[in-house]
């Protein structure tokens, strides 16, 4: 059996702090803390602001899909100059919110999301503010988010981590690299289970600091081609580099 098959294999290895059973293709969690540790005493510690408004959250992330954050930014800055508030979005056509939204791409598709997502947000809450997913239960308010036409696990984890304070684990392109080669998931692992393993896996506290800090690791260094695995500071504790060294 290969090490990857090893690593990934579902064998039962006891009971974690969540209640969940532990498999194989999780490691224990005094090694996740150790990656987590080396990350800050490379990059630092971030500091998550606590003033970011869960419906904005929400409108950026989805203007992120398939764009850089300068794009998004842009659009998200130009949507709020021309709409003074989400209400005006919401009844506005779609042609007039995807002018403004245009540099982040995907304009078309993006407008008629947020249109949606607004109107559905205002007939089941009554209002267009998200606050309430600080008070409501994490797992009611991960539903309610996933629950809205476009919105996968990584927006909802990004709304209730940035926005909420809540204890929430999100996973983009980089984050999902970097975990695959630390064998923290499955290679073929779908972005529900990888939100699911890696949730359990980050400790509560540190939510935020592994989020920023293996993007930083996966943009820099853990590169999709060409990764720079001697000037890493998890080369002790990744596999990655002796499975290339051998096959390559």
Not at 79 to 84: A, D, E, G, S, Y
Not at 103 to 114: D, E, Q, W
Request: net charge positive; aromatic share 4%; charged share 30%.
């Amino acid at each position: 059996m290969s090490t990857h098959s090893r690593r990934t294999k579902a064998v039962s290895q006891g009971t974690g702090a969540s209640g969940h059973r532990r498999t194989e293709d999780e490691p224990p969690r005094v090694k996740v803390r150790t990656v987590i540790a080396r990350l800050e005493a490379r990059y630092g510690i971030p500091r998550l602001r606590a003033d970011r408004d869960p419906l904005d959250t929400l409108i950026e992330t989805i203007l992120s899909q398939a764009t850089n954050d300068r794009n998004r930014d842009r659009a998200f800055a130009e949507l709020k100059r021309q709409f003074p508030t989400w209400e005006a979005v919401r009844r506005a056509p779609v042609r007039q919110i995807a002018r403004a939204i245009h540099s982040g791409g995907l304009a078309a598709v993006k407008s008629a999301r947020i249109k949606k997502i607004l109107a559905h947000i205002q007939q089941r809450v009554g209002s267009l503010d998200l606050n309430f997913l600080r008070r409501i239960p994490v797992e009611q308010a991960r539903a309610f988010l996933t629950s809205l036409d476009g919105v996968g696990p990584k927006t909802a984890a990004c709304v209730l981590l940035f926005s909420c304070q809540r204890p929430v684990f999100p996973a983009d392109t980089h984050i999902l690299r970097v975990t695959r080669r630390l064998g923290w998931i499955p290679e073929n692992c779908s972005d529900e289970r990888a939100h699911e393993i890696l949730g359990r896996l980050i400790p509560a506290e540190k939510c935020y600091s592994a989020h920023i800090n293996l993007i930083r690791l996966g943009r820099d260094v853990c590169r999709p081609r060409a990764p720079r695995c001697d000037e890493c500071c998890l080369r002790s504790e990744c596999p990655f580099p002796q499975e290339t060294t051998r096959f390559h």
